[in-house]
């Protein structure tokens, strides 16, 4: 009888790569949703930011309640990674610890029941089976780990080193793997994709990329994910813009908007440059642009934060994720002073959050009566009548789901490619009809 394992991945999608791959080493075990009932339990745990720490620490004592006698809880990732000896002493509730080089071993580690931390960042190649899960269509494809950026306020390098990229080589025969399995829509995902291929004196990695990828047969949609301001450049712009296959995506993180603050963060580009590629990117036909910011950072003024507000209302973008500052010991922010006081940054993420959503239901509102090639997920948890959707300009997870209440066509296929006509919006959600097949 296969012994029965259940699975947690928290964090980004970079994450969720890492937890396929060990999914790819245990196929000897049962996947079960029931930690009670399972033999082995694996937190892929984040370790970004302080909510994200609180969360991996919560899961994991949560999953110790529940499981049963004679099983091995296992944390795994980047929280273990970067507090190995703390969390070791202080969590005796976990049976083994690794971290974040180790997830093509992690059938070893169990079998020896020994914790183990490898010196190196585990990277993905196209020798590693993963079990993608959540769709049948969609695959996220990792490009790189680590990151050469000196961010002030961020602690990932200093557990997940520098830039190291996969070659190109390498992403292409994954890619064409996994269309040999069915799936045709991919986001490119690393800590900073618009640096793919710069550790391997290659600058423009990403163009190179986007070349490869049209070439393959079988991928119909594709995006990249996490460009950095710094080195994103207009030719990669109109590369994508030009592009049959990538969808007309764009996902910049700016943290912020006023120069000052933008220098204290070491985001190595200023206000001026960062305008000017949002422009640039709006300029595509038919684009949707997302941005990540961070409001509270220490210093930042009330009359910073007023600036990056009108920027982010001015600006029209399509999401945007708003962050309130997490002080991380070993970065350079950790020691700038005055600190903003948690209330204050609660209150300047409200009210950001007022105008995001006011410029998201602008973009909900434009797609109003234009028809997209959408993928047909499966039923919505909203309502046992309506199906979930996501069209291809939007990338999974992240961007919301189209609710489908009326279609054409009949005998619907999950995870397959239709024709949507947007009808309605419900709140911060779109109302669709299916009018087509968009397979062929």
Same mark, same amino acid.
């Given at each position: ?16 790569? $890492? ?30 930011? $302080? %909510? ?30 970067? #507090? ?10 976990? $049976? /083994? ?21 490898? &010196? ?10 993963? /079990? ?23 602690? @990932? ?29 991919? !986001? ?21 990329? @986007?070349?490869? @990828? ?29 592009? &049959?296959?990538?969808? +007309?995506?764009?996902?910049?993180? /700016?943290?912020?908007?006023? &120069? ?10 200023? %206000? ?21 910011? /961070? ?6 003024? $009330? ?21 309130? #500052? ?35 239901? %602008? ?6 009566? +234009? ?8 039923? !919505? ?11 291809? @300009? ?19 296929? #999950? ?26």
């Amino acid at each position: 009888m296969n012994k029965k394992l259940h699975v947690v991945s928290l964090g980004c999608t970079k994450n969720l790569v $890492d937890t396929e791959v060990m999914l790819g080493r245990l196929r000897d075990f049962s996947m079960t949703d029931a930690p009670e009932e399972a033999d082995v339990i694996i937190v892929n745990t984040c370790g970004f930011i $302080d %909510a994200a720490k609180e969360e991996s620490l919560n899961t994991v004592l949560n999953l110790h309640e529940a499981r049963k006698e004679g099983s091995l809880l296992v944390m795994a990732g980047c929280l273990s990674e970067r #507090y190995k000896e703390e969390l070791q002493k202080e969590l005796p509730e976990v $049976d /083994i610890f690794t971290g974040v080089g180790d997830y093509d071993k992690i059938d070893e580690i169990i079998a020896k029941k020994q914790s183990r931390f490898t &010196p190196h960042v585990f990277l993905v190649d196209e020798n590693h089976e993963r /079990i993608v899960t959540g769709s049948k269509a969609h695959a996220y494809i990792k490009l790189a780990e680590g990151c050469n950026q000196t961010c002030s306020f961020c602690a @990932i390098p200093g557990f997940k080193g520098k830039l190291h990229s996969r070659s190109l080589n390498s992403v292409v025969k994954e890619v064409k793997r996994l269309v040999a399995q069915g799936f045709y829509d991919f !986001s490119f995902i690393s800590q900073d994709s618009s640096s793919y291929l710069r550790d391997l004196g290659v600058k423009e990695g990403l163009i190179e990329l @986007i070349r490869a @990828i049209e070439a393959i047969e079988g991928v119909k949609s594709a995006r990249i994910l996490y460009l950095y301001p710094s080195t994103t450049s207009i030719d990669l712009i109109d590369a994508i813009a030009a592009s &049959p296959i990538f969808q +007309n995506y764009f996902d910049m993180p /700016i943290q912020h908007i006023h &120069p000052r603050v933008l220098k204290a963060m070491k985001r190595g580009i200023g %206000a001026e440059k960062i305008t000017q590629l949002l422009e640039a990117m709006r300029r595509v036909p038919g684009s949707f642009v997302r941005t990540s910011v /961070i409001v509270g950072f220490p210093t930042e003024s $009330d009359e910073e934060f007023e600036a990056l507000c009108q920027f982010i209302e001015n600006f029209g973008f399509d999401r945007v994720n708003i962050f309130e #500052y997490s002080d991380e010991e070993g970065t350079d922010a950790y020691d700038l002073t005055p600190k903003i006081d948690p209330e204050t940054i609660h209150e300047r993420a409200e009210r950001l959050g007022e105008i995001v959503k006011k410029s998201t239901i %602008a973009s909900l509102e434009k797609m109003i009566g +234009n028809t997209y090639e959408t993928i047909v997920e499966g039923p !919505s948890q909203e309502h046992e009548y309506l199906l979930s959707a996501r069209p291809l @300009i939007w990338a999974p997870e992240i961007d919301g789901e189209v609710l489908i209440n009326d279609s054409d066509v009949d005998d619907i296929v #999950y995870d397959g490619l239709y024709r949507v006509k947007m009808t309605e919006r419900a709140g911060m959600q779109l109302l669709g009809r299916i009018t087509g097949d968009a397979r062929s």
